[in-house]
Structures are given as C-alpha cells and as structure tokens.
Nanobody
Framework: QVHLVESGGGLAQPGGSLRLSCAAS????????MTWYRQAPGKQREAVAT???????NYVDSVKGRFTISRDNAKNTVYLQMNSLKPEDTGVYYC?????????WGLGTQVTVSS
C-alpha cells in the first residue's frame, strides 16, 4: 500500500521560512517524479515545484528564487525549503508522486503565512 505523508507545515511570519517533508512508502521512490502542489482557499490546486527521477527541477514563477525542492532517495523523502514566505504562499501543500500511469497523493499539510 502506498503512503505519502507530508509534514513541516505551520504558521510563519512574512519573510520567514518553513521546510516541508514528504515521506513515501510502498513505491520504488527513485523511479518517481515528485511534485509539491498547493491549494489556496478558493483557488485551484497548482504545481509549485517538481523534481524528476533524474533530478531535473522546475518551479512555478511565483516561487523561483525563494523555494528549493530536493530529494533523498535513500530516505524515500522529498523536501521543500520555503524561504522569504509571503501571505500568498498560504495554502494546503500536497505531495504527489508520479510514474506513469501511477500517481499518488498525500493528505496535505497546512501552511499559513501571516503576521
């Protein structure tokens, strides 16, 4: 059975930092592309950062220079380091693993950026 478990969310002040983790089990992690999505209140879910099985990385424009995605295949874990947080970064952050045609989701972790 596949599980993706996100952690590290919480409340941060504008300009602050948080580090999200997503621990995977039940999959051959190194084969999967991993993506962090977020969903803000009243908005559609959007892809924030992706790292492929080969280590190719992409970010949505709004987080470039502030967020860093990384993966540790030995620990079956993907990370999202979020710096210089803004109120518009608020939302539920989800981890997704993808190895066509398989795609799995975690339950999400709440990130709130507010003073």
């Amino acid at each position: 059975q596949v599980h993706l478990v996100e952690s590290g969310g919480g409340l941060a002040q504008p300009g602050g930092s948080l580090r999200l983790s997503c621990a995977a089990s039940g999959i051959i992690f190194r084969l999967y592309g991993m993506t962090w999505y977020r969903q803000a209140p009243g908005k559609q879910r959007e892809a924030v950062a992706t790292i492929t099985s080969g280590g190719i990385i992409n970010y949505v424009d709004s987080v470039k220079g502030r967020f860093t995605i990384s993966r540790d295949n030995a620990k079956n874990t993907v990370y999202l380091q979020m710096n210089s947080l803004k109120p518009e970064d608020t939302g539920v952050y989800y981890c997704n693993s993808n190895y066509y045609p398989e795609s799995y989701w975690g339950l999400g972790t709440q990130v709130t950026v507010s003073s």
